[in-house]
């Protein structure tokens, strides 16, 4: 791979990480119970702050096309992982989005004509492999959640088919903007939802208020465009098995800052996502 692509792959793995860093804050610093709002006040004010650095707006089509990714990659979504993010551990909770590896390589070989590589569909399985290991109750805790599990599957195929989409839409559009304009668009779908089902937004107290700082900056704006950059410029295989950084962040700060344990058949599960990674990152797609 060359140099230029390493980069590119580099700067597009910022997104998986602070994504994977979100379940640890959100368990952590933000209030339970707010889902809709949480993804609201996160997603919207990244948003502006994208917005202002672009100074531009949808134009034709792009207007619906907004709504439609921003429902799929950002609105949606991010509910369903706050769901989620509440009801499971960190490490349990960032693997099952992992599995969107898998779906992002056929979505892309279908949708995008974007035949994968023999070593992306080897780091794939092995990643995959790995997720499967590490899916299993951590020893400090009992039977999963079955609504927070349903919360990450769905997102997971959300984001899924709205990253290719995007990809599919998107190849002339800056990543700056079709950041602001998915932000923006995903947030006006979920407010009124807020609005109607949770009443007034929550009230915050000093630790929300960091959390939020976090996830606005770090895990929103700058993970967003990272990602969108990502898209562009790299196979749709080399994207999506970058995402297994996600669950290897949230294991990560699951044990070393939330106390939880692992497994040693966790710990190797762990090992054979790392490896899948760094097999798949390093193989070009080959286009029909």
């Not at 060359?2 to 610093?29: C, M, N, Q």
């Not at 710990?267 to 286009?287: I, K, N």
């Amino acid at each position: 791979m060359e140099d230029k692509s390493v980069r590119w792959v580099l700067l597009t793995a910022i997104a998986p990480i602070a994504w994977g860093s979100t379940y640890f804050v959100t368990r952590h610093l933000l209030p339970h119970d707010a889902a809709l709002w949480g993804a609201v006040i996160r997603c919207l004010p990244a948003g502006l702050l994208v917005l202002l650095v672009t100074r531009r707006l949808p134009r034709g089509s792009w207007w619906w096309r907004s709504f439609v990714l921003g429902t799929l990659t950002v609105g949606g979504l991010n509910t369903l992982v706050y769901i989620a993010a509440q009801r499971l551990p960190s490490s349990v909770a960032a693997t099952i989005m992992s599995t969107s590896t898998g779906v992002f390589l056929l979505l892309s070989w279908v949708m995008l004509r974007q035949r994968p590589a023999l070593r992306a569909v080897v780091g794939a399985a092995l990643g995959i492999l790995g997720v499967v290991v590490m899916l299993q109750p951590t020893e400090s805790g009992g039977a999963l959640d079955g609504w927070g599990i349903a919360a990450s599957v769905i997102a997971m195929l959300s984001s899924s088919l709205g990253f290719v989409l995007t990809r599919r839409w998107g190849a002339d559009i800056a990543p700056l903007s079709m950041t602001a304009w998915q932000l923006i668009a995903g947030s006006l779908v979920i407010l009124p939802v807020a609005v109607a089902v949770d009443g007034a937004p929550p009230t915050l107290d000093a630790s929300a208020l960091v959390g939020f700082a976090y996830v606005i900056v770090v895990a929103t704006a700058l993970a967003y465009t990272a990602w969108f950059s990502g898209l562009t410029r790299l196979p749709g295989a080399v994207v999506g098995i970058l995402g297994l950084l996600n669950p290897v962040t949230g294991v990560l700060l699951g044990v070393v800052l939330g106390g939880e344990s692992l497994t040693p058949l966790q710990v190797g599960g762990l090992v054979l996502v790392l490896v899948g990674v760094v097999v798949g990152a390093l193989a070009p797609a080959r286009r029909r």
